[in-house]
C-alpha cells in the first residue's frame, strides 16, 4: 500500500510532544513491513538544516486564498523514511511551532499543500493518513475531491485522535477563504457555531484510531470528549486504539547515545553508574542507596502536576531525590523552583526542553511519576519500562493499557498503578514502590517485567496496516 502521513511536527524535524515522536517512527515501521509510506510535515525555523538533504520541489505552487503561493518542498531520510518538508517562511518560520492565534490557518495550507505536493509525486496513495486536528483539513478536502478528481477516487483517509483537548477552532466565516464553500465541507467543520478541524476530522476519515485501548472509550464519555463524544459514539464501529510503539533507534538504553554507560534487561550494573551521572550532573550528593524519583513533562493541567505538588514533600521526608525536566504554565515552574530552593540537597530541576538529559534522567532515575489528568498513550511510561525506570501512573488512557499494577506475590506486573485522581490514592502507590524498592530481589523483578516487553513499533505498524485495509470496507 502507499501510504501518506501528515502531521505538524515529527522527529527529528520538530518536536513538542508524543505526537512528533510517533509521527517520526510510524512511516519508517510501515515500510520495515513492507508499505510503501513517506511522511509530510512542515519545515520550521526550528528544523535544523543538516535535516534538509535536498529540494524535491522548488515550484509547489498552492492556491491560496484566491493567489497562487510558492511554496518549496525539501527531501530527507533522517528519520530512516522518504520525508517532504513543506518549505513557506511567512507560515513556519516564527519563533516557535505552535501558539499563534491563526495557527488554523497555518495548518489549513499545509494540508492543502500537501495535498498539491503528493499530486506532484506521482501515483495517488491508497492511504492519507492523518494526525490531529492540525490535518483535519485534509480528511475534508479529499472527501471532497473524490468525487470529482479521478486521482483521489480511489484513496482513503484514516484520521488519529492522539489528544482530543486540542480542537483547532475557529470562526466559521473563515472557510470560505480556504476554499472550503460547499455544504458538505461547512457541515463538516461546523460546531457549535465555530469551526472545529477536529471534529471535521472525527466527522469524514474513513477510519478513526486513537493512541490508546482505554483513551478510544474515554473520549465517548462527555468528561473526555471536548464536546464531541457524541460524535465519537456516532463512528465508533470506524475507530480502533493503537498504543503507539517505542522506537528503540532512539530509546535503547543497550545503544542510547546520550548515556556514558549502557545496559539491558540482562545486565543491568550500567544504570548505576548513568544514576551517580545524574544525580552529579544536577549538583546533588552521590549517594545510590535512596532512589530517585523522576518526571519529565510538560507542566500543564493535563499531566497531574497538582498530584505531585501534594505528594512532593511526603516524599522527600523518605530521603528521597526528586528530578524534575519540563517547562510550561508559570505556577507550576515556580512550584518546582520552590521546592528545589526548599531542599536543595534531594531536588534537582531543569526548566526548558531537553532531549539529552530526557535520555540521561530514563537511564538514571529508579521510578517515574505520571499521575496524568488523561493521558492518551503517554510515551515516557514506556521509555521508563525499557530503562529499567519502575513507572507510577494513574489508570487513564495509554498509562492503563500499558503499566500492570505489580503483584508482590506472583511477581507479575510492572509498575505502580491507582485509579481516582486524588493525591492520597497516588501516596498510597509511592509508599508501596518505595517498599518494593528497598527489596532488591523484588525491584529487580519488577525491572525485568519493563525491560522485556514488546512496545515494538513493529506490532503498532502491524495494527495500522489492519487499519489501513478496514478503510475499504
Ligand atoms: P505529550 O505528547 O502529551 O506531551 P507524551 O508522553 O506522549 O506526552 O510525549 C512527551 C514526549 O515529549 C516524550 O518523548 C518526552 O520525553 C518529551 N518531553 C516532554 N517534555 C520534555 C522536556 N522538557 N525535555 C525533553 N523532552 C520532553
Not at 201 to 217: E, I, N, P, Q
Not at 403 to 426: H, I, M, P
Request: proline share 4%; hydrophobic share 40%.
Amino acid at each position: 500500500m502507499r501510504v501518506a502521513v501528515l502531521s505538524a511536527e515529527a522527529v527529528p524535524y520538530s518536536k513538542t510532544g508524543g505526537l512528533g515522536d510517533v509521527a517520526g517512527a510510524l512511516p519508517k515501521a510501515l515500510r520495515a513491513v513492507g508499505e510503501d509510506s513517506f511522511l509530510i510535515t512542515p519545515c520550521y525555523l526550528q528544523t535544523k538544516g543538516e535535516y534538509l538533504w535536498h529540494t524535491a520541489v522548488d515550484d509547489l505552487w498552492v492556491n491560496w486564498r484566491g493567489k497562487p503561493y510558492r511554496a518549496q518542498a525539501f527531501y530527507s531520510e533522517a528519520n530512516g523514511s522518504p520525508t517532504f518538508l513543506i518549505d513557506a517562511p511567512s507560515f513556519f518560520h516564527r519563533d516557535s511551532i505552535y501558539g499563534y492565534t491563526e495557527d488554523y490557518e497555518r495548518f489549513a495550507f499545509f494540508n492543502h499543500a500537501a495535498l498539491e505536493l503528493i499530486k506532484r509525486l506521482g501515483a495517488p496513495p491508497d492511504i492519507v493518513h492523518l494526525n490531529d486536528w492540525h490535518c483535519g483539513f485534509a480528511a475534508v478536502e479529499i472527501a471532497h475531491l473524490r468525487y470529482w478528481d479521478s486521482y483521489w477516487r480511489n484513496t482513503r483517509t484514516v484520521f488519529s485522535i492522539h489528544n482530543m483537548a486540542y480542537q483547532g477552532g475557529f470562526d466559521i466565516g473563515e472557510l470560505w477563504k480556504f476554499g472550503f464553500s460547499s455544504d458538505f465541507e461547512r457541515n463538516a467543520f461546523a460546531f457549535n457555531g465555530y469551526a472545529s478541524a477536529m471534529k471535521a476530522g472525527l466527522a469524514v476519515a474513513d477510519m478513526l484510531s486513537t493512541v490508546s485501548r482505554r483513551y478510544g472509550f474515554e473520549i465517548q464519555q462527555p468528561e473526555n470528549g471536548y464536546g464531541l463524544d457524541w460524535l465519537v459514539r456516532q463512528r465508533s464501529n470506524r475507530l480502533i486504539g493503537i498504543v503507539n510503539g517505542v522506537d528503540f533507534d532512539v530509546w535503547n538504553p543497550a545503544t542510547d547515545t546520550a548515556l556514558n554507560s549502557h545496559f539491558n534487561a540482562q545486565n543491568i550494573n550500567g544504570k548505576q553508574a548513568c544514576k551517580k551521572e545524574l544525580l552529579e550532573q544536577f549538583s546533588l550528593p552521590v549517594d545510590l542507596e535512596p532512589p530517585i524519583f523522576a518526571n519529565i513533562t510538560r507542566l500543564t493541567g493535563q499531566k497531574g502536576i497538582d498530584l505531585m505538588m501534594a505528594v512532593a514533600g511526603d516524599i522527600l521526608a523518605t530521603g528521597s531525590y526528586i528530578i524534575s525536566l519540563g517547562s510550561g504554565e508559570q505556577r507550576y515552574e515556580d512550584f518546582w523552583q520552590r521546592l528545589r530552593d526548599y531542599a536543595p540537597r534531594q531536588v534537582g530541576i531543569f526548566r526548558g526542553y531537553n532531549e539529552d538529559l530526557a535520555h540521561k534522567i530514563e537511564a538514571g532515575a529508579d521510578l517515574f511519576m505520571m499521575p496524568s489528568k488523561f493521558e492518551p498513550c503517554g510515551l515516557n511510561q514506556m521509555y521508563s519500562l525499557r530503562y529499567g525506570t519502575v513507572p507510577v501512573v494513574r489508570a487513564v488512557g495509554g498509562l492503563d493499557d500499558t503499566v500492570q499494577n505489580f503483584d508482590a506475590v506472583n511477581g507479575k506486573g510492572n509498575g505502580f498503578k491507582f485509579s481516582e485522581y486524588r493525591a492520597d490514592k497516588f501516596l498510597e502507590k509511592i509508599y508501596e514502590a518505595l517498599f518494593a524498592y528497598y527489596d532488591k530481589d523484588v525491584w529487580r523483578r519488577l525491572q525485568w517485567n519493563g525491560m522485556t516487553i514488546d512496545n515494538s513499533w513493529e506490532n503498532a505498524a502491524r495494527k495500522y496496516v489492519q487499519l489501513y485495509r478496514m478503510t475499504k470496507s
